[in-house]
């Protein structure tokens, strides 16, 4: 099952999709896109690590994300990517419209054939005004487009506000 998590920076939306796994009584698999190229990431990314139960497997890949999903999926399993506005950010950051292009596609079209249950967090941020820098707006753009191609492709799609998730598609928790 296809889920998608998204919210704002700090709404909870990493804890709300870490609960889910949890409690789904499968074996985890946490996907993390993020690298930690400086001390505030490298603090971040120690602060998720500490949250998580020590016997859920990792996986850090910040670039071919639909690659790891094939190799991991399983149906006892429960994959949680946290987060793809990162993996678009790394992506982007790459300045190849080839790359960028090919990885978006191989994620969408990985996902429809994957066993097991599949928790996807990233930010939503088409809720602000439209950033100044050429760069901000293509991120905002690619990020609109991915969570819409991404909840087209879902089961449950949650908007999580202030540790509150509301359900957008599918069943409530």
Known sequence: MLELILGGARSGKSRLAEKLAAESGLEVV????????????????????????????????????????REQAREERCLLVDCLTLWLTNLLLLDDEARLAAERDALLDTLGELPGRILLVSNETGLG???????TRRYVDEAGWLHQALAERSRRVQFCVAGLPMILKGEAL
Do not use: F
């Open 30 to 69: 946490y996907i993390a896109t993020s690298q930690a190229l400086d001390g505030e990431m490298s603090a971040r990314v120690a602060q998720h690590r500490a949250r998580r139960p020590a016997h859920w497997a990792l996986v850090e890949e910040p670039v071919a994300l639909a690659r790891v999903l």
């Open 129 to 135: 005004v439209v950033p100044m820098g050429e760069l």
